[in-house]
């Protein structure tokens, strides 16, 4: 299979306790992504790496949340302390970034999503 | 502002029936848009790239205008299997930031 791979499919956890969501892009993408998404709610952006260099993390990211790319591969996302709030679908995404492409040609691949229940 | 918006749904339209859906960006710094289509309790997926000049893609015409900054969907004949949510995305500021509007929903009856 050579699409994105997310896991855990599902996780459901007590208020308080980490949890650790991976990410396995397509292998030549250079760039990762990481979104949100609640019922009947568009994703909502959290961060994106270039390579193993994080550019840009949500506002809204509390310092719960840190994610990771260290060899420019996989991803990681781990929530640190759950609440209730955090009850979501965790999407991530690939895409392959080149500057010879015209602009348009940063198309996302998503993964199926890892759901997160907070109890 | 939101950053992107998208018109609120959902839209019930029966077999064969144009519909249209339109949304805004704020950042007019932004230069590539998108967009994707999502089924019920799926990820999202690239429906098209919409480009300067209009771009279409056998029922489906993406329009752009940056001067309004302004997207808009097409849908011409619609089957039952367009029913999903659309979702409109525009990248911030130049940059690889992807930003999603908050989806419509089309529902299409028989």
């Known amino acids: 299979d050579t699409g994105v791979s997310q896991d855990p499919r599902h996780k459901i956890t007590k208020r308080g306790q980490n949890v650790t969501f991976r990410c396995d892009p397509i292998?030549?993408?250079?760039?990762l992504y990481w979104y949100r998404q609640t019922l009947g709610q568009g994703p909502e952006f959290l961060t994106y790496f270039q390579n193993e260099a994080q550019l840009e993390k949500s506002r809204l990211l509390s310092d719960r949340f840190s994610a990771e790319r260290p060899k420019g591969s996989f991803s990681t996302l781990e929530i640190q302390r759950t609440e209730q709030g955090d009850s979501a679908m965790y999407l991530c995404?690939?895409?392959?970034?080149?500057?010879?492409?015209?602009?348009?040609?940063?198309?996302?691949?998503f993964g199926a999503g890892s759901r997160l229940t907070v109890l | 502002r939101k950053e992107v918006e998208q018109d609120p749904g959902p839209f019930n339209v029966p077999e064969g029936a144009t519909v249209a859906f339109n949304c805004t960006y704020s950042?007019?710094?932004?230069?590539?848009f998108f967009w994707y289509r999502q089924d019920c309790r799926k990820e999202p997926k690239l429906l098209m790239s919409v480009y300067s000049s209009g771009n279409e893609d056998g029922r489906f015409t993406a329009q752009l205008n940056r001067a309004s900054q302004y997207i808009s969907l097409l849908i011409r004949d619609s089957k039952l299997s367009d029913s999903a949510t659309y979702l409109c995305v525009v990248n911030y500021n130049q940059g690889g930031k992807l930003i999603f509007g908050q989806g419509t929903e089309l529902s299409v009856k028989p």
């Open positions: 292998s030549e993408h250079n760039r």
């Open positions: 950042n007019s710094a932004s230069q590539s």
């Open positions: 995404a690939s895409s392959l970034d080149d500057p010879l492409l015209p602009t348009g040609s940063n198309v996302l691949t």
